[in-house]
């Protein structure tokens, strides 16, 4: 059973940082794909970011234009752990932040077609104030 448990959420000055945190249990996730996806109200869940374990284009990541050139994704294998450091927040980025892991898509998969993800984390809540 792999679990996928977020923090570093809370609240926030616009122009602010954050940086969230999603450690993995019950694998060993060096093959996996990791991301983020976020879900603001009243809108659709949409993808954020995703580091793949492979390093090639981009070394592995990959971004929505939105957050493109603010966030940054990253991962610790030695603590099984996945990161997502938040620069320059603005209030359309407060939504309830999702981790999510596929041992078996690529980065590319996970940005267009997060049905094919296996894993979920339970979310952690993002507000940004004006």
């Known amino acids: 059973q792999v679990q996928l448990v977020e923090s570093g959420g809370g609240l926030v000055q616009a122009g602010g940082s954050l940086r969230l945190s999603c450690a993995v249990s019950?694998?060993?996730?060096?093959?996996?794909?990791m991301g983020w996806f976020r879900q603001a109200p009243g809108k659709e869940r949409e993808f954020v970011a995703a580091?793949?374990?492979?390093?090639?284009?981009?070394?592995?990541?990959y971004y929505s234009d939105s957050v493109k050139g603010r966030f940054t994704i990253s991962r610790d294998l030695a603590k099984n752990t996945v990161y997502l450091q938040m620069n320059s927040l603005k209030p359309e980025d407060t939504a309830v932040y999702y981790c999510?892991?596929?041992?078996?898509?690529?980065?590319?998969?996970?940005?267009?077609?997060?049905?094919?993800?296996?894993?979920w984390g339970q979310g952690t809540q993002v507000t940004v104030s004006s």
């Open positions: 019950g694998r060993t996730f060096s093959s996996y794909v």
């Open positions: 999510a892991g596929d041992p078996s898509i690529t980065a590319q998969t996970m940005a267009v077609s997060e049905d094919q993800v296996d894993y």
């Open positions: 580091i793949s374990w492979r390093r090639n284009w981009n070394d592995g990541t």
